[in-house]
Every structure is written in structure tokens, then in C-alpha cells.
């Protein structure tokens, strides 16, 4: 069982969420607007369109602190194209949608699962527990939230050497997560 899709928009937007922190929300929006898409940002702006993301996160978690504002950055860049529609799931609020969605032994990393228009899923990105110790994960983060966006089959990894040391993996296409 996946996210229904009148229940996507019971998650917070990236404002929302901005407005439920109070003091907390400007280190989350400090690494917001930090984050650069660089030569991605094209790519970004040429994904099928509409999708609609849905991030599960423990907001206490350093991981999430850093990678849900680079998330929510290249939705939003995304979206300027004409169809990216996020919403933030904290896990302490939606325990019943994190629960289906594991980010591999941790659970308190983020997870973002993709929809079409037709609420098909089409893609996942998962944080891996290992990942904020390499120099480009922001990198390796949005090219792989990038290729769940365009719902791309499972290449099964993205990045550099052998399967153990990638980073960030999706679904198979339509697979995944139920």
C-alpha cells in the first residue's frame, strides 16, 4: 500500500514546514538556499511532468537536517518547469506512511517516493546511513532523486565503483515501496 493520493496533500509543504519550525527554520532554509543544481538545473526543468514527491523523515536526524532542504531545493527548481508538487511526511506525524517506506537499516533517513499523474509510482530515492561522509553527496543526491523523478528503470545504482559504495538507489520502474 502506497501513499493514497487524497492523503498527499495532508503533508506539508516546504513553507509549511518552514512555519512549523519557528527558531529552528533558518539552518533548514540556510542549506536550502545554499543548495545549487548546477549543471543538473536543466535536466531538472525537462523532467515529465506533473510529479508529485513524497519525503518521510525524522526531522531530529543530522541526515535529514542536511538532505531533505537539498530535496526540497530541486523540487522546487523542478517545479519552475511546470509540475512538481512536494510534500514533507515527518515521521513522528505520519508514522503509518513512513513505515512503508524503509530507508534501508535507519529509519530515520530520509525517503522520497515518486507519483505520475495517473498516481503510479515511479520512482524512489533512498538516503543511505554512510552517505554525508563523502565529498559530493549533494551530487550523488540529485542525480539520483533526478532519475526517480523521470521514473527511470533501476540502473540499479548511480555514481562511481563497485555496487557496496553507491549511495542513493531508486525503485524499479512501478516497483517498490508497496
Not at 77 to 104: K, M, N, T
Request: net charge negative.
Amino acid at each position: 500500500m502506497s501513499v493514497p493520493r487524497e492523503r498527499f496533500r495532508d503533508g506539508l509543504t516546504w513553507d509549511d514546514w518552514l512555519d512549523r519550525l519557528g527558531r529552528d527554520a533558518p539552518a533548514w532554509r540556510r542549506r536550502f538556499d545554499e543548495t545549487t543544481l548546477a549543471e543538473l538545473r536543466a535536466e531538472y526543468q525537462s523532467i515529465p511532468t506533473p510529479r508529485y514527491v513524497a519525503c518521510f523523515f525524522d526531522p531530529d536526524s543530522p541526515a535529514a537536517q542536511e538532505a531533505v532542504p537539498v530535496v526540497a531545493r530541486a523540487c522546487d527548481q523542478a517545479a519552475v518547469a511546470g509540475g512538481v508538487d512536494l510534500r514533507l511526511f515527518p515521521i513522528d506525524a505520519y508514522p503509518d506512511f513512513a513505515s512503508r517506506y524503509p530507508a534501508e537499516a535507519d529509519r530515520s533517513l530520509p525517503v522520497c517516493v515518486v507519483f505520475d499523474r495517473d498516481w503510479v509510482q515511479v520512482g524512489i530515492w533512498r538516503m543511505r546511513p554512510d552517505v554525508l561522509r563523502e565529498t559530493d553527496w549533494i551530487g550523488d543526491a540529485l542525480r539520483g532523486l533526478l532519475d526517480a523523478l523521470r521514473g527511470l528503470p533501476n540502473p540499479p545504482w548511480q555514481g562511481r565503483g563497485r555496487f557496496g559504495e553507491h549511495l542513493w538507489k531508486q525503485a524499479e520502474h512501478g516497483r517498490g515501496g508497496d
